[in-house]
């Protein structure tokens, strides 16, 4: 199966700018996140979605920071505006849902963002 | 929130050695661990899950959990130079709306020299 498809792969912009990520599921996964991997840290969840519903986006700085999942497939995360702070690799990972087992998930490669 | 402590690193050993990496979590509560391989670069990849106490063995990997010590760990064997890289332990929250979200350690760094 195709893996978790994401886009840019970097991305550079100065601060104050505005910028958008994509992410691509695999096909019939209910569930996505987005993660925010600071270099030196481990990744942090910003939102999670279930279809096309926010489950979770207690850690996404909303006076800046939007995400959204039309249709319950595609995902868009968005910075506006952007901050130093907000460089970082964005992470998209997606899965079915279900837990009958937790066998954890697979993350897409990721968009490296850069503000100057 | 969930904590997961690891021990930074750097941690560097030779070529054919065992490798230890270890971390530690707050909520007895949790089930389900993970530990995740990151090459500099590029996203993590999951390597090994874990949700019963004791040993689960993959190849050169094995896994151990203690619940009651709140502690997980991964044993690297016969430790190669490919094995380079930033170890990620994570915790999944398994209940609620926030089933699958995953919490992870800062990672520990490894370095295989030959």
């Known amino acids: ?30 569930t996505l996140y ?15 979605f279930q279809n096309n519903g926010v489950v979770d986006d207690s850690q996404l700085p909303k006076d800046r920071f939007s995400a959204e999942r039309l249709k319950g497939v595609d995902s868009t995360l968005k910075i506006q505006p952007a901050k130093l702070e907000d460089s970082a690799v964005y992470l998209c990972a997606s899965s079915l849902g279900d837990w009958e087992g937790n066998y954890g998930y697979t993350f897409g490669s990721g968009t490296r963002l850069t503000v100057v | 929130q969930k904590e997961v402590e690891q ?5 560097s050993v030779p070529e054919g050695a065992i490798a230890s990496l270890n971390c530690t979590y ?10 995740y391989r990151q090459y500099s670069g590029k996203s993590p990849e999951l ?3 874990i949700y019963s106490n004791g040993d689960k063995e993959d190849g ?14 991964l044993l690297i064997r016969d430790s190669q130079p490919s094995d380079s890289a930033t170890y990620l332990c994570a915790l999944a929250a398994d209940r609620g709306s926030t089933l699958g979200r995953l919490y992870f350690g800062r990672g520990t760094q490894l370095t295989v020299w030959p």
């Not at chain 1, 987005?34 to 910003?46: M, N, R, S, V």
């Not at chain 2, 050169?60 to 959990?65: D, E, I, S």
Request: aromatic share 14%; net charge positive.
């Open chain 2, 26 to 35: 707050s909520d007895r509560g949790s089930q389900s661990f993970f530990w």
């Open chain 1, 1 to 30: 199966e195709a893996g978790v498809a994401q886009s840019p792969r970097y991305k550079i912009i100065e601060k104050r700018q505005s910028v958008a990520f994509w992410c691509n599921p695999i096909s019939g996964h209910a």
């Open chain 2, 47 to 49: 390597i090994m899950f």
């Open chain 1, 34 to 48: 987005w993660y925010q991997q600071i270099l030196g840290q481990g990744p942090k969840l910003l939102i999670q």
């Open chain 2, 60 to 73: 050169r990997f094995t896994a151990q959990l203690n619940k009651a010590s709140q502690y997980v760990s």
């Open chain 2, 7 to 11: 021990n930074s690193g750097p941690l």
